[in-house]
């Protein structure tokens, strides 16, 4: 859910749909207002200049209704591990990330 104090302000969304539904969907935005811009200048990483791995992986937990408790037993570490890994002051290194990726179902890389 997006909110914004300001109804005439504008926010940019990115997401995936359906190859046959993609211009119904174009349709539905811009009856909504919306309009479709090109995103093939635009970084995503430039929308999110603090981003870390700790936030990507708070939000893939979030998520997925995970506490820092289960996912430590899932990933078998510890859940201060966790909790440092979250808050940036504990890299995620390529072996952790990889048991990231299987717990979240995707690409190691997003948590380094």
């Known amino acids: 859910m997006l909110h914004t104090e300001k109804k005439s302000e504008k926010v940019a969304v990115c997401f995936q ?3 046959d539904k993609l211009e119904d969907i174009k349709r539905i935005v811009a009856c909504l207002g919306g309009q479709e811009t090109d ?3 635009e970084d995503w990483r430039d929308s999110f200049p603090e981003r870390h791995p700790g936030i990507v992986l708070r939000g893939l937990r979030t998520r997925d209704n995970l506490t820092q408790s289960l996912l430590a037993k899932r990933t078998g570490m510890l859940q201060s ?3 440092e890994m979250e808050h940036g002051s504990r890299p995620i290194g390529k072996t952790i990330a ?3 990726a299987q717990v ?3 690409d190691y ?3 380094l």
Do not use: R
Request: aromatic fraction near 16%.
């Open 81 to 83: 591990h966790i909790s």
């Open 104 to 106: 979240f179902n995707t």
């Open 109 to 111: 890389k997003i948590f």
């Open 98 to 100: 990889k048991k990231f």
């Open 17 to 19: 749909v359906p190859a």
């Open 39 to 41: 995103s093939s200048t």
